[in-house]
């Protein structure tokens, strides 16, 4: 079902590029870190995050040039659209996470997210590599998969669908490791609706990969600022 007042959604990553992009995720998941570990026995985290996020960059970047060229020309098109959606999108994500924290501290005495204090764990040790992973890696390999992947490949037959699906595996793929020991940490899937629906959003309204990978890395790099400064004032 769509509504008449959505702009056309043209981005296509390819049918191929598309299998690839979501074939990616269980290999940068498991299969490059259990390489790491198990072959090359690197035991650092920072790095065997670091390398796995350079693979997968690399990798997005084959697969993807002229989808990733033809998107910018999109945004060159329509820069105004672009910057005002990114700019909403935050702002509403501000928002809406207000109001999920307020509902998380009903079942959790301190609504800590696992992954952020994991992420500030690794950034006490290797700042500067870290900072490199949240802010320009993540964003573009997540971005390839989730959306230009999942969310661009099934919207072509569903919107609601598409919507659905990469919501559900984008917040999962945020929890599901820390979730694994210890249950309640899935109420933390919570947190990542608000964004998950909006990177989603940003994507479809700027017609363009670029628009939701500017809010992603927007939105990390302005989480990793205000957590650092959380850490130097406790």
Same mark, same amino acid.
């Given at each position: 079902?769509?509504? /008449? ?6 981005? /296509? ?12 995720? +269980? ?9 790491? #570990? ?11 995050? *670091?390398?796995? @996020?350079?693979?997968?960059?690399? *990798?997005?970047?084959? $697969?993807? *040039? %002229?989808?990733?060229? /033809?998107? =910018?020309?999109?945004?060159?098109? /329509? +820069? ?9 999108? !935050? ?21 800590? &997210? ?8 690794? #950034? ?21 998969? =989730? %959306?230009?992947?999942? =969310?661009?490949?099934? %919207?072509?037959?569903? %919107?609601?669908?598409? !919507?659905? #699906? ?6 999962? !793929?945020?929890?599901?490791? @820390? ?8 109420? !933390?899937?919570?947190?990542?609706? +608000? ?7 940003? @994507?479809?309204?700027?017609?363009? $990969?670029?628009?939701?990978?500017? *809010?992603?890395?927007?939105? &990390? ?14």
């Amino acid at each position: 079902m769509y509504r /008449r007042d959505l702009p056309e959604f043209t981005s /296509r990553l390819g049918t191929v590029p598309a299998i690839l992009a979501i074939l990616w995720l +269980p290999v940068h998941v498991f299969g490059l870190p259990w390489i790491l #570990v198990r072959v090359f026995g690197i035991r650092d985290d920072v790095q065997i995050n *670091f390398i796995t @996020y350079v693979i997968g960059a690399v *990798f997005m970047l084959v $697969i993807g *040039f %002229r989808f990733l060229r /033809r998107d =910018f020309d999109a945004v060159c098109d /329509r +820069p105004g659209r672009v910057f005002l959606q990114v700019l909403g999108c !935050y702002a509403a994500m501000m928002l809406m996470n207000m109001a999920v924290s307020g509902i998380l501290m009903l079942f959790v005495d301190e609504a800590e &997210n696992p992954n952020n204090a994991a992420v500030m764990d690794l #950034v006490s040790v290797q700042s500067n590599k870290m900072s490199v992973i949240a802010i320009f890696l993540a964003p573009f390999v997540e971005e390839m998969i =989730f %959306r230009a992947g999942v =969310f661009g490949t099934i %919207r072509q037959k569903s %919107r609601l669908a598409a !919507y659905l #699906v990469s919501i559900a595996l984008f917040s999962v !793929y945020h929890v599901w490791g @820390y979730a694994l020991d210890d249950p309640m940490s899935w109420l !933390y899937l919570l947190q990542y609706l +608000p964004a998950s629906w909006l990177l989603c959003r940003c @994507y479809e309204y700027c017609d363009s $990969i670029w628009g939701s990978l500017a *809010f992603h890395m927007l939105t &990390n790099y302005i989480s990793l600022q205000a957590l650092s400064l959380a850490e130097e004032l406790l």
